[in-house]
């Protein structure tokens, strides 16, 4: 693939794409908030379970 090619592709890749509206961000912004915090307790349930456990803690 040349350097011409790619640059036909990406400008047709951009005269297609559009920016996103406000409820697009919004929904983005929960999930990724959402997803943030189930892997933040999965973390802290692990490292409360691993305190519980004598001798397991570093």
Do not use: C
Request: charged share 20%.
């Amino acid at each position: 693939m040349g350097i011409r090619s790619w640059l036909e592709q990406a400008g047709r890749t951009l005269k297609l794409s559009q920016k996103p509206d406000r409820d697009e961000v919004w929904l983005s912004i929960k999930i990724t908030v959402l997803g943030m915090g189930a892997v933040g307790l999965i973390g802290f349930v692990i490292k409360l379970i691993a305190t519980a456990i004598p001798g397991a803690a570093a």
